[in-house]
Each structure stands twice: as C-alpha cells, then as structure tokens.
C-alpha cells in the first residue's frame, strides 16, 4: 500500500549510503524533496542519474552527501557546467562511474527483468571500457570475432521523482516519461512527489491510464505544489531559466553555494 506523508518524511526513507536514481531534468525532477534531502543530510549516497543529470544532483554533491556518482554528464543546459560537480570531479571529492545513456539505460532494464547483465553495442573501443571493470567486453557466443560488452545490472535502492498528479490509491500519472517507469521497476522502492491529489482512480479514466505507474510500484507520495521548479513540468509549468542561471553564477565557489542554498532555504520555510 502507498503511503502518503509529507515532503520531510519522504526524505526521511533516504538513509546513509543509498543507492539513490534520479532522473533527467526533463522528466521530472523532486527539487523540493531535494532541498528537504539536504536538510536531513544522509552520507555518501550512491546517485545514479537516468542518464544525466543537473542542477539537482550539483546541489547534492554542493552539499557533500555523495560518495558515488554513476552517471553520461552533469550539466546546467544553457546556463552552462554544473559548478559543484566540476570542482568535485577536480579534487576528488566523490567515486566518478562514468557511463553513457545507453548503458545506464541497459542496467536498469536488466534490473527490471531479473537477469545480471545485459549485452550492449557501442562502446567497444571506447576508453570507458578500461576505466569501467565492472563492465565485461566477451566473444558473442552466437558469433564468431565479435566482442560485446555486458553491464552489470543496476538496482537502485531507492528512485525519487516528481510528477503532475497521484490518486488515493497510490497510482502516478508520468505520461510518456517511460524512463520512470523502467526506474521504479528496477529499484527497491519508489518516491514521488506531485502538485496534486485527485480522487478518482487514474486508471479508470482511459485517457490517464496508459501513462500511469501502478501503485504496485509506489511506495510513498508527497504532495507538494510547484515540487520541480525551478525546472519545468510537463503540461504544468515552465522552466525558471533565471533561477537557474542565478545558481550557476553563485555555485561557482563553495561558498557562494552555501550562500544561494542557505536562502533558498530561508525561502521555503
């Protein structure tokens, strides 16, 4: 069953060394979750970003609460480089597992089908191979001269985004966010925050219910109102390019970054 609590204690399911998928910043990112994360402050979380990610996982690495980053690119779009992330990478402050979109993308798949790997193409000759051991290059055993590359599945402990709506029983409507639905089948549990709670069922409705992850696949929801700005939700609001370029410019020292977080926390409370 599907619990619904506040922002504050959906954060609290967040532990110590975590596993932790976040998704791309088109999909619906929980930046208010992120801030009540950060308040909380659990360590050395392990961030895995569905395939990228931005100026959420910047604000959490900012914040020193990452020990492993698996990830394709940490970037603030057109306001630039993530600052945290790039100092980060320069003093070696955190475990960089670099990876490409497909590969992280095949990990969780295999995680949602149960198996240890999957093959992929595409990466051999790449120098990502010899800087991922984890990844095995063998011969297709179904062909002859023809190495493959297996990467290892990737079952996040926990998978937290934000969505337009959920219903009572627990279902959330993603519409063609498909990436959160492979997500929440690969990991342990799933953690939504949405702008609002509808009565009725999302399944019942025949236009909603193609888009929707069943609460099966749900562990908790929070509601909370404008819960990605400043990105964008789709069909719900724009981005806040100036915010984010606001972050950008301040984050480029830590304590500039320690400076923006501290009043935008000041803000939300």
């Known amino acids: 069953m599907t619990d619904f609590v506040t922002v504050s204690a959906l954060a609290a399911r967040i532990g110590n060394g975590a596993k932790l998928a976040l998704p791309v910043d088109y999909a619906g990112v929980a930046m208010a979750a992120t801030d009540a ?22 604000m959490l690495l900012g914040a020193g609460l990452v020990g492993t980053l698996e990830t394709s690119a940490v970037s603030l779009g057109e306001a630039g480089s993530a600052p945290c992330f790039v100092r980060g990478v320069r003093g070696e402050a955190f ?32 120098d990502l191979v010899t800087r991922r051991p984890d990844w095995k290059v063998i011969d297709n055993p179904f062909g002859e001269n023809d190495p493959i590359v297996l990467i290892p599945a990737i079952e996040p402990d926990v998978c937290l985004f934000h969505a337009p709506e959920a219903d009572r029983m627990g279902n959330v409507w993603i519409g063609r966010r498909r990436e959160l639905a492979t997500m929440a089948y690969a990991s342990k549990r799933t953690l939504v925050t949405v702008e609002r709670i509808r009565e009725d069922s999302l399944l019942a409705d025949e236009k909603t219910a193609a888009g929707v992850l069943p609460a ?43 400076a923006f977080m501290a009043a935008r926390a000041e803000k939300a409370a």
């Open 37 to 58: 994360i950060i308040a909380r402050a659990p360590r050395d979380l392990h961030l895995v970003c569905v395939p990228t990610g931005g100026l959420q996982v910047d």
């Open 216 to 258: 099966l696949y749900v562990d908790a929801v929070a509601k909370v109102p404008n819960g990605a700005w400043p990105y964008a939700l789709w069909g719900e609001y724009a981005a806040d390019g100036e915010e984010i370029g606001r972050y950008a410019e301040a984050a480029r020292t830590q304590e500039g970054f320690e």
């Open 95 to 126: 475990r960089l597992m670099d990876a490409t979109c497909p590969a992280i993308h095949a990990g969780l798949i295999a995680a949602q089908k149960g198996v240890p790997f999957l093959p992929l193409r595409g990466l051999i000759g790449s």
